[in-house]
């Protein structure tokens, strides 16, 4: 059984409903999110069936706990989530979302160069890394925190939003100060800990599936998010992995339609991890957004081959553009925008 | 070394050329088709490069073996092959094909009624099975040669092109009588005794990628019906299999392009097979088209719930209308018509 | 509802059980096989549930269809099948059965010198291909009815068994002129044709699981055997395939405990192919052992580096005596004996 | 390029050595462990091997950097690492060592209670989870420092090592107080932050196997502990993600003989979540030590249809005596002590 309170609920009630519910037998587990707190409690079935929690005061919603995920899921809302990014940005509306820019932060002028041409391009948010997931402890890890002010500096300069991974829970304070939406990388889908503490703040997040991540465990991972408070979450379909080597991961397209029908929140596309060999991205692009994806992650690189990292799926700026138009198209025919 | 001899090539030039290579200690495999004669060159590698097969009587065409695959490649036929059905349908050009139908075949009246339907829909071709591949021996398993007739008679009356799945060597000769193009299930797609059979005719053979068949295996299945003769050769993305249980099997939209760019041959797919599921099958559709399908197979039947067979995939006729008119519209956005 | 009649049930006393059948609005599905005729009949539940089948005359035994498989699973038959191949060798039964000879047959002598060695080194059935399932149509194809030839010769000269993969409807009776032991390939697990022509003989056979095939799936392949009237089938796991791209196939050593708890049938292993690589062989040999498997399926190759076919995953002769000598202790230590 | 800098090099030598490369050209990263420096060098190619780093004072050993993983490597270090636990304890030898207890620690009774059954069967080293990753926020997340003070009495009363996970990068050092080995689970197997903090430590770990990780992955993951000092690493293989739904995972065998040949480091193999079924477990843990496995990790718990986690893979202190019994029969047929 889920509480979520109202956002106005007291501790006093709080405390209300908690020590009722103990005298019932029942265990609560609070989460004090910013915008609201959420209470799980645990105890035997009929005893929670038959406690009327819905009319304590402070209660805003009572959720039976018979599927997995439970604030997620669109019974629990019906209208798709729009997440308000900035005044001009929104995602999960009529008007798709375009995350572009490099793997990696590597340079201030470099950054600006590629943020100026994605901008113009039409992206309307820049992605960049400055804490970088590698497989191999020697290479590049990224610029850390001269990379945040890097991305910070240029959004400022060129008015859009941005965003980055946070890849460790000591860092989503210092991230949290200079982006406008977290990345939870792929490797880190099921750090649960990663997860409750960007659910302790109300920064948007975005969730990469998990490279062999079932549906249900991507929306359980966003369930722990919303569970510590924080409703402004974002999926992103990213590839996962097959027995097939002819293309780095293979692009799920089923799990846009299928994210959509369980559950109410934004999905986007990433089609540069989803191929990963540039050539394959723009095919890749046009599918998720005919198959009414809220819109897009492209790495787009100057010189992809001398990136620091995923120089190979990385397009050139001039096919980007080309790409945006196309998709402009494509997007119309599905009653998009873009 | 592969060695295509010229269609007008005579008897005594195949002797001749395989005479000469024989005495360099090469070993041939004669691959004689309806349309032309395939030789294969097994030997010392040096011998093979320094014999100037080329300049034989009858000769047109003399490959390298470095690739696995060669009539299927690129490589081997830089334009897109279009193949001519009849004199309506292509498959591989800039109009779309798109195969409509029950999954089996089960009566005269619900053939007739249903064909009907997906034609006026905008279907150019006719699909059901007449033999069923079925993992339960218990589970019906085609109507046969009367299914077959069936398909013929509808087809004639209503001037439409069919397509059905052959399953055994000992059926390619019937099935051939009846119906337009062979489909080889996804079961069979690595049956080579069948694709020997199917490529000993010059009817066109939709292969359908195995359940977890490589993109590599898969051109080589193509390969073994070309090698035999049979240069009508449509690959059929059809889904794959993951570990994702959310879905029947995991469409695989990134082999649309990267079979483009790996064979000159025509690739359609099936959203139905692809999702496993009625209400996913618009998004694929649409998905497939953007990436650049030559064309879709679509499973509608009028009573789904009470299908003899994947009746969960199956679209109503009215929603496969609905669907027809949408897909029209992402065509045109990507350069095709529908 | 699968209807099992005696081994003397009469044509009259089939005829009298699907007349009765069939007035109740049942549908019989009736398998002639060499040893007993099984009759499958499909209609309503309740009637089925309601009409006492046991009691018709000839009848021997009647199973609910509750489970997709009938004649496969425990509840058939609770004690474990034991095979008889020979006098000398049975398989299912406390005494371990050990396959091994070259992946194909290359020529008499080759042969003959290969199966003296496997067979003093312990081996008690004597394994070659003379069909060859290639992904490659220009790969040596197998010396067909010329290798069936010199299997036959050379088990008569040795006095033991053979196995041998048929791989099309139309070798089946060929095949079965000259060895002992029909091999189904993987790629052929659900060649449902071929499964019912074997079915139609009472020669035992081999069933190599898919590539990807289910558990569920593989004993559904067996049940076509069964239901055709063949009961003589044994499972093979060969190895599954993966995202793991560290050795060509994953030895599945969980099939083992799991078939032998759902079918009464026994199951050997291939650590062969279950590898793809001749120094994981031992290993994967004597997981498969301790793990309660009956028997083994080992390639042996005198020039591994020259065969025509899986050269990498061959042993050489006096690697397997070592691994036969070392499978003895580990037998032992699980209660069997090879 | 690795450099691995004696035990008892100074800080003066390292000094020496990066300024030098620097100048050269070269990017020093300095890992400092606590045993010993790992300096890592990234520069061009020719510039690296002309370097003669390995007459420096404080050098042992220079390793060029063509294979991906390089302090993992059998290349690095040929004979078997042995860890040494504590007194009575090592990991990498002839004696195996198994882990076992329950999923996680529910109370001090149940454990104390578990914990002197499984060490009368004769398990050496004690596991239990104190911190719990469970993919829904609504389940159990362990008793967190209050089951690691449980964890500590327990195993102080019965002078018997132990193992727990730890989750966070802000738990290292808390868990590190508590217990003798860390154990990283799947789920974090690429969390760097995680692995390098640990490296830091110079206390054991054991790194399970990632759902869908590939050997190389894995040995990478090894990489990163081992490049920030920590050279006590024992890998677990845990089963693998696949198609197949009739087990939890896959217990992937081949893994076992994989890594012993690429890594010097010991494996050891947990046939509880390799199978996810108490009743496969058995046969699960003779394969992996007939397969060379360094030793098993076995969930035991005395009532598993009540346990918080993890019931269906938890056998009874009864069976689990059994099987230690039978356990030991087979060790000894490969040359083993248990």
Chains 1, 2, 3, 4 share one sequence.
Not at 70 to 82: A, G, P
Not at 142 to 151: A, N, R, T, V
């Amino acid at each position: 059984m889920i509480v979520i309170l109202k956002k106005d609920a007291t501790e006093e009630q709080v405390k209300h409903i908690v020590d009722k519910a103990e005298i019932l037998g029942l265990k609560a587990h609070i989460s004090r999110g910013v915008e609201r707190t959420v209470i799980g409690f645990i105890g035997p079935e009929d005893v929670l069936r038959m406690t009327p929690l819905e009319v304590f005061p402070g209660v805003e919603q009572v959720m039976p706990v018979l599927a997995p995920y439970k604030l997620v899921s669109r019974e629990f809302k019906k209208e798709n989530t729009v997440i308000k990014i900035n005044d001009d940005v929104t995602i999960g509306g009529k008007k798709l979302v375009v995350m572009a820019g490099p793997c990696s932060v590597e340079g201030l002028d470099e950054f600006r160069s590629i943020a100026k041409k994605v901008k113009a391009a039409g992206a309307n948010i820049l992605r960049g890394g400055a804490f970088k997931p590698r497989t191999s402890p020697y290479d590049f890890q990224g610029m850390g925190e001269d990379g945040l002010k890097i991305m910070r500096d240029v959004a400022g300069e060129l008015r859009i939003a941005t965003i980055t991974e946070v890849m460790d829970t000591r860092q989503v304070e210092l991230v949290a100060k200079y982006v406008d939406i977290f990345q939870l990388g792929a490797r880190n889908m099921q750090n649960f800990s990663l997860l409750k503490e960007i659910g302790a703040t109300r920064k948007p997040v975005m969730i990469k599936r998990g490279l062999s991540a079932t549906i249900k465990e991507w929306l359980m991972s966003a369930e722990y998010v919303m569970a510590s408070g924080n409703f402004n979450v974002i999926f992103c379909e990213r590839g996962i992995r097959t027995y097939e080597t002819a293309y780095r991961n293979t692009l799920d397209i089923n799990a846009v339609p299928v994210v959509q029908k369980l559950s109410h929140l934004p999905i986007i596309v990433d089609p540069s991890h989803g191929t990963g060999v540039w050539n394959l991205v723009p095919s890749g692009a046009k599918a998720a957004v005919a198959a009414g994806a809220n819109g897009l992650m492209i790495e787009v690189h100057e010189n992809p081959e001398e990136a620091l990292s995923d120089g190979a799926q990385s397009l050139l700026p001039t096919k980007f553009d080309v790409l945006m138009k196309e998709l402009r198209v494509v997007a119309q025919a599905v009653g998009k925008e873009l």
